[in-house]
């Protein structure tokens, strides 16, 4: 069978699938610091033996934890003499312009840490000054009587020619063998001398960290007979080997998040859905990301840490295009200096978590909220839960500050969560030049189902489908990867004066660059499939916009289709297009898949009994606008295919629940999918 693990920040998730198609799925806690237990707690749960694993695709918070929590290890710098303050410049366009408190980000690598040696090329990758190698050596001996574990090497123009960076490397692992290591060239090939040096300096930072959970993780799986082929999710929404892994971990910067994105970009062609907002709600964050023609977004444009006050670290590597806002089903409802009911972004997480899961939780959570409306049913927790309790903690700490009930706390605290969601949902949509109304959404997570119904309908969105196996489609979304490798390269080109030959011989060295990479995967040339895109934009603007270029020979007509293509891009992100001016490729990005054999589901079986045979019970449910209603709750696996609902309902199932407001409809499909007509 095909196996894929997600650890998230309160649940380690896993999804397999057999060679008939048949789904199954089991949760358990995360178990930080040893992540790999979370794992293994999880397969034991799912009573999966290791010799049944032909494949273990793997998603995972530790690099994202790494470097968050500063837990990565003391690292180093040798850059270009007269660039040792890069990290320190950063970018003048702070993001609170006018907080004359703002600070820039502390850089990883302190300025003590950071060392000049001389070296020189130029923007075309032509050689003004030679490596001194004794440069070299005098930085690697000081590195070391500092006690750094890492390095990083970043120099001037290696995007265009690496040549100096090996060289360093090579002389680094002659002269210290056991340090980590990170040349900027083997992880982005993009100009932008800030990005690409704190790229570089994160990566090296995380190596050690990375190399260790990884090697404990495999061997934790060789204990349990696990022998197939093990990947692990990147952030470009692809996979790559174990080994690889370790050697770019900032790959897997978002490796669980991105996994259900592109799950549900191939959920919607599954169901007939190119055009599919995938919406995420977790333990501790909502995320969501627009998949527009079936296509997943990925951008260079990353940072951690960035919000409106804060100006973030850069990471130049390929990542889904997703925005995330600190609500889940944990994030704790607190009351501000000014005396405003907020949510989130701190959350409950695993240990001690909601008040309703009976461990020592005293602060009120959207989980407890969702509890005392009768959103969420106490009986379908897998803890006994003490509802006299939550609704303590909901009074003390909320109600009795504004002089409300339990019961309009609660709701104001969902209301509130969703709020922040619904300004997520619209920064990936409508703000981005896109009608929801041709998008359905495709809700996921322990939370996804049950806000998605409301969110859906104030969007405009008319379809929600809820997946099997919902609360881990994440982890679902990994069964349905290929590898994938990104290489990115900056070819700064007006195309009027572009040299067709030299531009096919560029993609054709990117395309040989995958290829060989792959062999070392053991990917024949066979299984390689390329998509190519241009990042372009007008002579003289800064940013550029992603256009998809043919495969094969480029000619001068495939050239006008390009420029086309831009224009009509350019106008849906801006709103204008400048058809007159001139424009330039500014980088190719090759997009290498590496096919894999992957699952077949199975359609549901019909079933002989009838929708009321699936009623669990009736009890009244808090909605916003009606009150208490009366409404009626059914099991998700008794509902067959074909199943029809009038709401108000609620469909329970062991780790999430949907609910379908008053004046909306449900369909069951048949692969067992939850459609959410929202009525709009």
């Known amino acids: 069978m095909r196996v894929a693990t997600d650890i998230g920040g309160t649940f380690t998730d896993l999804v397999c699938v057999d060679d008939q198609g048949k789904v199954r799925v089991a949760k358990s806690d995360t178990t930080p610091p040893n992540f790999e237990q979370g794992v293994m707690d999880v397969i034991a749960k799912a009573e999966i033996k290791g010799e049944e694993i032909e494949t273990f695709i793997h998603g995972t918070t530790v690099i994202i934890n790494a470097l968050t929590e500063r837990n990565g290890v003391k690292t180093g710098l040798i850059t270009t003499k007269g660039f040792r303050d890069v990290l320190e410049i950063a970018r003048g366009n702070r993001p609170d312009l006018f907080n004359v408190r703002y600070q820039k980000p502390v850089p990883f690598v302190p300025r003590a840490l950071r060392l000049e040696v001389e070296e020189r090329m130029n923007h075309k990758g032509e050689v003004i000054k030679e490596l001194n190698t004794a440069d070299v050596e005098i930085a690697v001996e000081k590195l070391r009587k500092e006690g750094v574990e890492a390095i990083a090497v970043c120099y001037l123009h290696a995007y265009a020619n690496p040549e100096h960076e090996k060289q360093t490397v090579q002389l680094i692992k002659k002269m210290w063998p056991e340090v980590a290591i990170t040349a900027s060239h083997e992880v982005t090939k993009e100009w932008r001398e800030y990005e690409r040096t704190n790229t570089a300096v994160l990566n090296s930072y995380v190596k050690p960290v990375a190399e260790r959970y990884v090697n404990q993780l495999n061997e934790r799986l060789l204990e349990k007979n696990v022998t197939g082929q093990k990947y692990i999710m990147q952030s470009n929404a692809g996979t790559t080997t174990f080994e690889q892994s370790k050697q770019t971990p900032i790959q897997m910067v978002e490796s669980g998040p991105v996994a259900g994105v592109f799950g549900a970009a191939i959920l919607g062609k599954m169901i007939g859905h190119d055009n599919v907002i995938a919406f995420d709600i977790g333990g501790t964050t909502a995320k969501c990301s627009l998949i527009d023609g079936g296509e997943v977004t990925v951008t260079t444009d990353y940072r951690i ?343 108000p309902a609620v469909v329970e199932e062991p780790s999430t629940s949907a609910l379908v407001y008053p004046g909306q409809r449900l369909t069951v499909d048949k692969y067992g999918n939850l459609i959410i007509h929202t009525g709009v």
């Open 305 to 647: 840490e960035w919000d409106d006050r804060h100006a973030g670290y850069p990471i130049k590597v390929p990542v889904v295009d997703i925005v995330e806002v600190g609500n889940g089903g944990g994030s704790i409802a607190w009351i501000d200096p000014a005396g405003a009911l907020k949510v989130g972004p701190k959350s409950a997480g695993a240990m001690p978590g909601p008040v309703a899961y009976g461990r020592g939780g005293t602060e009120p959570t959207t989980t407890d909220a969702n509890l005392v409306t009768g959103r969420l049913s106490a009986k379908n927790f897998s803890m006994n839960v003490d509802l006299d309790a939550v609704r303590a903690a909901i009074d003390e700490k909320i109600a009795k500050r504004f002089g409300v009930s339990v019961e309009e706390a609660a709701l104001g605290i969902i209301r509130i969560a969703n709020s922040n969601m619904l300004n997520a949902l619209k920064l990936i949509s409508v703000r981005r030049g896109y009608d929801p109304r041709d998008f359905a959404m495709v809700a996921f997570g322990g939370g996804g189902a049950m806000h998605a119904a409301f969110l859906a309908k104030e969007l405009g969105v008319t379809k929600v489908v809820v997946p099997v196996a919902a609360s881990v489609f994440s982890a679902w979304g990994m069964l349905m990867t290929d590898l994938r490798h990104d290489y990115l390269q900056t070819y700064i080109r007006r195309t009027s004066e572009l040299n067709l030959a030299e531009l096919n011989e560029a993609w054709r060295a990117l395309e040989e660059q995958a290829i060989a990479q792959y062999k070392t995967e053991d990917i024949s040339e066979g299984q390689v499939v390329f998509n190519r895109y241009a990042d372009m934009r007008y002579l003289g603007q800064e940013h550029t916009v992603k256009v998809p270029v043919p495969g094969g020979e480029l000619n001068e007509a495939l050239l006008a289709e390009v420029n086309a293509t831009f224009h009509a891009i350019h106008e849906q992100n801006y709103t204008f297009k400048l058809e007159n001016n001139p424009t330039e490729i500014v980088n190719l990005h090759l997009v290498a898949f590496g096919k894999v054999t992957k699952p077949e589901i199975a359609e549901l079986e019909p079933v002989s009994h009838t929708v009321r045979d699936a009623v669990l019970e009736t009890r009244p449910v808090y909605f916003e606008e009606s009150g208490w209603i009366e409404t009626t709750v059914y099991e998700r696996e008794k509902l067959g295919p074909g199943f029809e609902i009038q709401g």
